[in-house]
């Protein structure tokens, strides 16, 4: 439905006049069931169909304006925590939109920012839909608020499996349990996610928040969950911040920012990354394919669902029967993504597709990552121009089944995935 007449500049005014307030619900230390923080929640004017955020959001993006009514959500959350007194022995949970990520913010609004940056603790939630909108965006996002201090946080973790996969890529420090975990436990699929989320918690350090939680029964369920942190009307409902918000359970922690540095400008390629700490053979591509395709078939697991990403060279080597594999593929996957000079957007159903340039170091390389909640691979290839018949062009290899290795290469070559309009 489009946005016309006199609502469309109801909204508008809603926006030009940041008419955007912010309520914060309660995170609690579960043990304690003291604060250790807040999540923002935006609402807009009262009384009006925009009251509620979704309304407001889908009425923003019909007028192209969604981005900028993020920004004036978060930073008028930010207003309300510092006039508050919120320091940072409370975090403070912010959520951002996807097609916010490459839109700068308004000059207005950025004086708060940057005091934002100097006096809170901030946690910035993202769904996996920030990473199938916008992969190279969204890391660099993740990595900018790490650069400062704050923390990212995977959201609603359980409302779709293919956020299992997506979580490593991004390595929150706070996983959120969707509030559907609680409320319908005896789902057949729900011990699969929270076993995942509870690998992941173990495997790095982070910590798990249940969302949802509205009785005592939630709340013992959260904690077989393995959740230590808590959200709900248990413990509250959405309202302003008191004054003062001094009291605490000693914040959210936060991991080391040295578990995942920032992406080498420009990004060092798969092929180097896995060579540098692997061995390094050569072989035809007749004798590369079988394992290509057997890793492959590890990122059509339908119980869980994997990442699966891919460099092709040049479009004329994603043959019309690699497209089928792959669409396939793409039916049940997390994320499908393949890479070559020449490729579309949508190089097959379900498949994002990344069009490389001319002299690209990645045109020289042949790469198959796989990364899924357990399961990691990668083939790292880089052609040595020997020439001769298809089957039998040399490459020379390095493959590995190293999980921090895997994940180090599959985040360096998402960064090469953008929306064709921002490439």
Known sequence: MTVTGSRARTVDEIIDTRAVTTLFQPLVDLDRREPVGYEALSRGPAGTPWQAPMAL????????????LDWICRVRAYQAALAAGLDDSMTLF????????????????????????????????????????????LLSTAAACRAIGWGVAFDD??????????????????????????????RAEVAHVVNAAIAYAERTGAVILAEGIETEEHLEMARTMGAT???????GAPAPLPMP?????????????DGIGPVSVPPKTPFEIVAASRPVLQTTKARLAPISRFLESKARDEIEPPVLLACFQE????TSAVAERFAATAGTAAFVAVLGVGLDERPATGVRGARLSEDDPLRGEWNVIVVGPYFSAALTAR???????????????????DRELVLEAARALMHWISPAEAA
């Open 57 to 68: 959001f889908e009425a923003a993006r019909e007028l192209g304006r969604a981005a900028e």
């Open 94 to 137: 912010v959520n951002i939109e996807p097609m916010a990520l490459r839109t700068p913010c308004p000059d207005d609004l950025f004086p708060v920012t940057v005091a934002a940056q100097g006096r809170l603790r901030v946690v910035t939630e993202i769904t996996e839909r920030a990473i199938a909108d916008d992969p190279s965006a």
């Open 157 to 186: 973790v359980g409302s779709d499996p293919a956020s299992l996969a997506l979580m490593p890529l991004v390595r929150p420090d706070v996983v959120k349990l969707d509030m559907g975990l609680l409320h319908n436990p005896h």
């Open 229 to 235: 942190l808590g959200q709900g009307l248990l413990f």
């Open 245 to 257: 918000s001094s009291v605490c359970a000693g914040g959210v922690p936060l991991l080391s920012p």
């Open 315 to 318: 479009a004329r080597f994603f």
């Open 383 to 401: 052609d040595l121009g020997t020439g001769g018949t298809e089957p039998e062009r040399r490459f020379e290899y390095a493959l590995t089944h």
